[in-house]
């Protein structure tokens, strides 16, 4: 079975500019999180989708971050204008149901310059 | 607010040895789930155990096993017969009746050969 798979994995920008992070979950799970991790701590979540419903996005800063899972599989997440303070690795994850374990994908790793 | 803490940053332990990371959490849902990931260097969270709150027995998956001593809220993780593969950074993390899985800032482990 394959895993969550996520892309790019590495990304640099300058700041201001547009970046854009896609995940595919895991077949036939229906839950999908995006969690943000700073270098030495643990994940925290910033939006968690049933489906293509985005139920809950109460940590996403929504004055720049944006994300979609059009279809209730792919989902993107997107950050317009980057600022230097949004570097970060960038993991996406995905369960069965909401109180499954949640498996993740490898991350992406932002730099913002 | 939901909360995990993780007191031990690193530690060290020799080859075949067993060790215990340290968790405890704080919540007021009668009912949440405990999870421990590891992290590797490559980036991935890898799911190692879970136990429920009401689970009457320790929850163990092959070397791994979870001391749950609910009274006192603390979680603790024990790697038996450590490999050189089990260095990592080790998550204690918490799922609340709000589907949050909520991290602690976690522990760094070194297996010495």
């Known amino acids: 079975e394959a895993g969550v798979v996520q892309s790019p994995r590495y990304k640099i920008i300058e700041k201001k500019q547009p970046v854009a992070f896609w995940c595919n979950p895991i077949?036939?799970?229906?839950?999908l999180y995006w969690y943000l991790q700073n270098l030495g701590q643990g994940p925290e979540l910033l939006i968690r989708?049933?489906?293509?419903?985005?139920?809950?996005d109460s940590q996403l800063p929504k004055d720049r971050f944006s994300a979609e899972r059009l279809k209730g599989v792919d989902s993107t997440l997107k950050i317009q204008p980057a600022e230097l303070g949004d570097s970060a690795v960038y993991l996406c994850?995905?369960?069965?149901?909401?109180?499954?374990?949640?498996?993740f994908g490898p991350g992406t790793r932002l730099t913002v310059t | 607010a939901q909360k995990i803490t993780q007191t031990q940053p690193g530690m060290f332990v020799q080859e075949k040895e067993a060790v215990t990371l340290d968790c405890t959490y704080d919540?007021?849902?009668?009912?949440?789930?405990l999870f421990w990931y590891k992290q590797p260097s490559s980036g991935e969270m890898i799911f190692l155990i879970y136990?429920?709150?009401?689970?009457?027995q320790n929850a163990t998956e092959g070397r791994y096993s979870l001391n749950f001593q609910k009274a006192r809220k603390s979680a603790n993780l024990v790697i038996s017969a450590s490999q050189l593969g089990d260095s990592a950074m080790y998550f204690c993390?918490?799922?609340?009746?709000?589907?949050?899985?909520?991290f602690g800032a976690g522990t760094t482990v070194t297996v010495r050969a």
């Open positions: 994850a995905s369960s069965p149901t909401p109180t499954g374990e949640q498996y």
């Open positions: 077949s036939g799970h229906n839950t």
């Open positions: 989708y049933e489906n293509e419903e985005a139920v809950d």
């Open positions: 919540t007021s849902d009668p009912s949440y789930g």
């Open positions: 136990q429920g709150s009401y689970d009457q």
């Open positions: 993390a918490m799922l609340t009746n709000d589907y949050k899985l909520s």
